[in-house]
């Protein structure tokens, strides 16, 4: 596997600028550039003459531009763009939609390559939004199907062309492997290399769908045998922690909380229980919608562990929800003074109180501790750690989790989330886990009434804020950016606060939170929109998670369309806190049918399990990397929801390896699943 290590910078003409450019991409190596497969592809006919377009559709014509782009500026920041291309049979028209810039690079006197889907006019042709690049004899006189990559700033797609035509090339034979023969061996697959080949430069579909199977086997493969590998290692160590939670130490804890518990938080906390005393290690997903309920259900366990006499620990994505969570704790459990100490360790607190925490944690002397990655440093070590949690667990990757349960001698573990997936999903994502599910909201609860609209609305959402402010309530505004920039035209939270606090809310108290602020200040901005002092939050999606605030109704999204749909979701669940209608407005302009799609969803559904896999099945092929928002494992080429087949397969597979492991090839192969992985700490790799 040596090349694939081997970094990007070896291949001529990618120097350092370039390299941190592709850096930016997640692109450091030639085996990320060979992973970083195409999200579409351009199948591209033979250059035409125009006087040979006969019908409307795509075409590839070889252009000269005469005179300058003309552009049209129309209503609410869009605009239409046209050039005049030519050929020595005659001329079209050249027409983008609200890409000004698309035109503006284009040189005079060159010779240019244009594709793009030709329509009947009056006049003769248009060519409708095309693709323009410099025109090289040698890449586009034949017709072709080209990837299409995902690009960041300062990349085309000719960059990363380049880098993976020759990443291929530097592929050879010899770099196969074990893993590869045993699949060739047993599958009627392409082999490595030219999957590879196949799946960036593709000779037909068919040949393209034959590649993408063979990786995502791959992936599948490698995934299912690290997990298998992993559970049969915590098997055999298997003696897990028995913590036996009597009836009356649960009754007691359930009697002093300020509600009854619905049945399904029953049904969870008693999945919880049992595991607990089951003599094995409690592995366990909790999913529950935004507002299910589920840190009472975290706090039940943490309550039953520590007066067990074992230490807890539990992480959160943010200092500010993890105070959140020791105020709550610290609330339900009311016990300073008592048996059971509570504390928290954060990156923001001073080096002598972390020092104190941690000598006392080490010597016993606290039984929960509540904070954020700071939890996971080396030098936090606890006496005897029983339970971990993760909340909020699609904000953390997997390593991390697994980081945290490495403190103890494998202690129980509860991973909770408000991401809901389809089970099939669940299986592949998570089919180490047990999963636990809270399908029922707390009783009472108003559904929130979700609206989109346009920006034209504006002034009149921001009236509405306003009243709603001069009667107590308060309203958060996210936008998808911290400041203005001069390469987008996206509502930043420091214009928005800027044009609200001077325009439409004068007069109200309005407050501004973002992730660059430090942490003293967003948490005093935090806690004055609880007391309610800040009656209108301008903020960023710190404000995403779990933060609770029962007086809040109103939920402003600037520029939706920039947000995940689970993200939009979680954003709403900040609202419908309280016993008053509350109102969720996405704001935008946004016109082509999948965006819209998008917001529909959530418009009509306040199912968090529903907008899931709605949102999966608006994502195209390819474009399930933003499974990374949800912080699950990243697939390249599998995709988990299409794939179900090609899972089973690999996952027998993958047994087969694991059951056979005296096998020199199959101890390489897990080993390279290991070391795939990316997810499992040193203690749990034993050889
Ligand atoms: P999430 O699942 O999103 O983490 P929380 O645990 O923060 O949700 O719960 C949201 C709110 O619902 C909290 O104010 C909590 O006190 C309240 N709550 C939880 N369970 C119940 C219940 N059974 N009945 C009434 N309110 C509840
Ligand atoms: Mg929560």
């Known amino acids: 596997m040596s090349v694939f290590r081997d970094k990007i910078q070896t291949i001529k ?40 377009i006969k019908e409307e559709g ?63 006019k009056s006049f003769g042709y248009q060519l409708q939004n095309p693709v323009t690049e410099e025109y090289e004899e040698r890449v586009h006189n034949h017709s072709s199907c080209l990837p299409v990559y995902p690009l960041t700033r300062g990349l085309t797609q000719r960059d990363v062309r380049y880098l993976t035509k020759n990443a ?28 590879f080949q196949q799946i960036h430069f593709p000779e037909n579909d068919k040949e393209l769908e034959r590649a993408r199977k063979r990786l995502a086997f791959e992936e599948f493969l490698l995934l299912q045998a690290a997990v298998q590998y992993t559970k049969s290692l915590l098997q055999k160590k298997s003696s897990g922690l028995i913590i036996t939670v009597s009836r009356e130490l649960l009754d007691g804890f359930i009697k002093k909380l300020p509600f009854s518990l619905t049945p399904a938080q029953t049904r969870v906390l008693d999945e919880v229980v049992s595991d607990l005393a089951g003599g094995g290690v409690m592995n366990r997903l909790i999913q529950g919608d935004v507002g299910s309920g589920k840190t009472v259900i975290a706090a039940a366990a943490l309550y039953c562990v520590a007066k067990s006499g074992f230490q807890c620990a539990m992480m959160a994505p943010t200092e500010i929800l993890a105070e959140q969570h020791l105020a709550a704790l610290s609330n339900i459990m009311d016990f300073p003074g008592k048996d059971i100490n509570l504390a928290l360790l954060t990156g923001s607190m001073k080096e002598s109180e972390k020092n104190t925490v941690k000598q006392k944690l080490k010597e016993g002397r606290i039984q929960i501790l509540l904070g954020t990655h700071a939890l996971i440093q080396d030098d936090v070590e606890f006496s005897n750690l029983g339970l971990v949690i993760t909340d909020e667990q699609h904000r953390f990757g997997v390593r991390q989790r697994a980081l945290l349960q490495s403190k103890g001698n494998i202690p129980h573990m509860l991973i909770m989330s408000a991401t809901p997936i389809p089970r099939t999903l669940a299986h592949i994502l998570h089919g180490d886990l047990d999963l636990s599910v809270i399908d029922t909201l707390p009783p009472g609860r108003i559904p929130v009434r979700t609206y989109h609209v346009d920006s034209s609305y504006r002034d009149r959402i921001y009236r509405f804020v306003k009243k709603h402010a001069l009667q107590g309530n308060q309203t ?54 609880l007391k309610g002092t800040i009656q209108v939050l301008i903020s960023t999606t710190v404000v995403e998670v779990g933060i609770h605030v029962p007086n809040a109704v109103i939920m402003v999204v600037e520029n939706a369309e920039r947000f995940g749909l689970a993200q939009l979701h979680q954003l709403r669940g900040r609202v419908g806190r309280g016993s008053r209608q509350s109102y969720c407005i996405l704001v935008s302009d946004v016109r082509d049918e999948t965006g819209l799609a998008r917001l529909n969803a959530l418009v009509n559904s306040n199912d968090g399990f529903e907008i899931a896999e709605k949102d999966l099945e608006l994502r195209g092929p390819g ?61 749990l790799v034993v050889n």
């Open 13 to 52: 003409g990618i120097g350092p600028k370039k390299a941190a450019l592709f850096s930016k991409l997640g692109i450091d190596t030639i085996g990320d550039a060979l992973k970083f497969f195409p999200r579409d592809y351009e199948y591209r006919e033979a250059i035409k003459k125009i006087d040979s």
């Open 58 to 120: 795509m075409v590839s014509l070889c252009l000269e531009w005469k005179g300058t782009p003309k552009v049209k500026r129309m209503r609410r920041g869009f605009s239409i763009t046209t050039l005049e291309g030519h050929d020595e049979t005659g001329w079209v028209e050249c027409i983008w939609f609200n890409q000004p810039y698309r035109a503006a690079g284009l040189k005079k006197g060159k010779k240019y390559f244009v594709y793009g889907k030709a329509v009947r």
């Open 168 to 195: 291929l090339e530097k592929l050879t034979a010899v770099e196969s492997g074990f893993l590869d023969s045993y699949i060739s061996a047993r599958h009627d697959f392409p082999d490595r290399k030219r999957s």
């Open 476 to 529: 958060y505004v996210i936008c998808p950016q911290i400041e203005e920039s001069e390469s987008s035209e996206l509502r930043s939270a420091e214009q928005v606060y800027k044009e609200l606090s001077n325009g439409c809310l004068k007069g109200i108290r309005t407050g501004l939170l973002h992730g660059r602020q430090d942490f003293a200040e967003k948490k005093a901005v935090m806690e004055e929109f």
């Open 623 to 683: 474009e399930l990397y933003g499974l990374r928002q949800h912080g699950l494992p990243q697939f390249s080429a599998a995709n988990p929801l299409k794939d179900y087949d090609l899972f089973i397969l690999a996952k027998q597979a993958a047994e087969e390896i694991i059951n056979t492991l005296h096998k020199e090839e199959h101890q390489a192969i897990v080993k390279e699943a290991l070391a795939s992985q990316d997810r499992l700490p040193a203690v």
